[in-house]
Nanobody, 119 residues
Framework: VQLVESGGGLVQPGGSLRLSCGTS?????IGWFRQAPGKEREALSC????????WYASSVKGRFAISKDTAEKKVYLDMKDLQPEDTAVYYC????????????????WGQGTQVTVSS
C-alpha cells in the first residue's frame, strides 16, 4: 500500500490548512497522525471507506475534520484555528481494521508533510 500526503506548509496562528492523503488501497480505515520533534507520534483522526463513522483525538476535536473521496481513494484533514503547538510532521496511514486510534494498529505510512504554525 502506498500513501502520499500533501498540503502542508507554513501558516500563521489562527490559520487553516487542508491536508490530502492519496492511497493505493482504501478498503479499511485511513488515519491521520502527527509527530512533533522530541514527541511521540500522536493519533489524530481516522475514517472508514464504507461508512461515515469517524474518530478524533480530544486534542483536535472541533478544530480538525476528516473527510474522504472513496472513488478517488483520497482522505482529507481540514485543520482550522491552527496554533504553534500544532507544528509537526503529519502522516496518513493504512490499517487493516475498521478503525484505529493507535499507531501500532497501522501497517503502511506515507512520508509525511510538514505543518509549521508560526507568525
Amino acid at each position: 500500500v502506498q500513501l502520499v500526503e500533501s498540503g502542508g506548509g507554513l501558516v500563521q496562528p489562527g490559520g487553516s490548512l487542508r491536508l490530502s492523503c492519496g492511497t493505493s488501497r482504501f478498503t479499511y480505515a485511513i488515519g491521520w497522525f502527527r509527530q512533533a520533534p522530541g514527541k511521540e507520534r500522536e493519533a489524530l483522526s481516522c475514517i472508514s471507506p464504507d461508512h461515515d463513522a469517524t474518530w478524533y483525538a480530544s486534542s483536535v476535536k472541533g478544530r480538525f475534520a476528516i473527510s474522504k473521496d472513496t472513488a478517488e481513494k483520497k482522505v482529507y484533514l481540514d485543520m482550522k484555528d491552527l496554533q504553534p503547538e500544532d507544528t509537526a510532521v503529519y502522516y496518513c496511514a493504512h490499517t487493516n481494521r475498521r478503525a484505529g486510534s493507535r499507531a501500532n494498529e497501522y501497517d503502511y505510512w506515507g512520508q509525511g508533510t510538514q505543518v509549521t504554525v508560526s507568525s
